[in-house]
């Protein structure tokens, strides 16, 4: 059962929000420099998530930019879980973020589509 009113929030925090990236397309983790970002992925900046940090973001390449759903992960190395916005990606990007996302065994996602 999808909610009207939480897409309607969080597509307003999203525009009404600085999108900082500060892990462009191919760069690497800063930690783990064998995990490539296979898309522009930052925060929103001036938001707080479950970390402490901004609340992630996944910007793709389409060019009719709006929110089209966000990850729901678990970190068992952070010990946390929290949301990922999927933002103006296309649906191959969509299909590699949700790849990359559950292919250590340390973080799994689900996907939740905005309808």
């Known amino acids: 059962m ?3 009113a939480f897409w309607e929030m969080l597509t307003q925090m999203v525009e009404k929000s600085d999108i900082v990236i500060d892990r462009p397309k191919h760069s690497r983790h800063p930690r783990m420099s064998h995990i490539i970002y296979p898309v522009d992925y930052g925060y ?5 998530a479950i970390d ?3 609340i992630d973001i996944w910007v793709g390449s389409d060019p009719e930019k709006e929110v089209q759903g966000i990850l729901c992960t678990v970190d068992s190395w952070k010990r946390d ?3 990922k916005i999927l933002y ?14 559950n292919a250590r065994d340390g ?8 309808e």
């Not at 103006?88 to 996302?101: D, K, M, N």
């Open 2 to 4: 999808q909610n009207a």
């Open 44 to 48: 929103l900046k001036n938001t707080t």
């Open 52 to 54: 402490g940090e901004g």
């Open 81 to 83: 879980s929290e949301i």
């Open 88 to 101: 103006g990606c296309t649906e191959a990007e969509i299909q590699t973020i949700y790849e990359f996302t």
């Open 107 to 114: 973080m799994k996602g689900i996907l939740i589509r905005k």
